[in-house]
């Protein structure tokens, strides 16, 4: 299972992005998809996550300026940043945590980071 996660940059403060992670390979079910970020010199945080049934949970800081979502049928999650603000700038981490087809039990998975940087 691969994620490939897309859609960083660099914006001013109030700005706006869109992240997308796509997952692929041989999947069965993805129980969870979500984002994690890390800035320089601090642990890795939870952003946001949807589970398959669309319930989402935000860390605090996000809420009402965050919006994650998903496309099931394309194994796909998005997550709309909208009111960038500096503190936001990050190494975002899309993540999953799948059911494999042929396996009975879910897994997580990583992609790779993507920088969002968010100028004052």
């Known amino acids: 299972v691969q994620l490939q996660a897309s859609g960083g940059g660099l914006v001013q403060t109030g700005g706006s992005l869109r992240l997308s992670c796509a997952a692929s390979?041989?999947?069965?079910?993805?129980?969870?998809m979500g984002w994690y970020r890390q800035a320089p010199g601090k642990e890795r945080e939870l952003v946001a996550t949807i589970i398959s049934d669309g319930s989402t949970n935000y860390a605090d800081s996000v809420k009402s300026r965050f919006t994650i979502s998903r496309d099931n049928a394309k194994n796909t999650a998005y997550l709309q940043m909208n009111s960038l603000k500096p503190e936001d700038t990050a190494v975002y981490y899309c993540?999953?945590?799948?059911?494999?087809?042929?396996?009975?039990?879910?897994?997580?998975?990583w992609g790779q980071g993507t920088q969002v940087t968010v100028s004052s």
């Open positions: 390979g041989s999947i069965f079910s993805i129980n969870v």
């Open positions: 993540y999953a945590r799948v059911v494999r087809v042929g396996l009975r039990y879910a897994y997580d998975y």
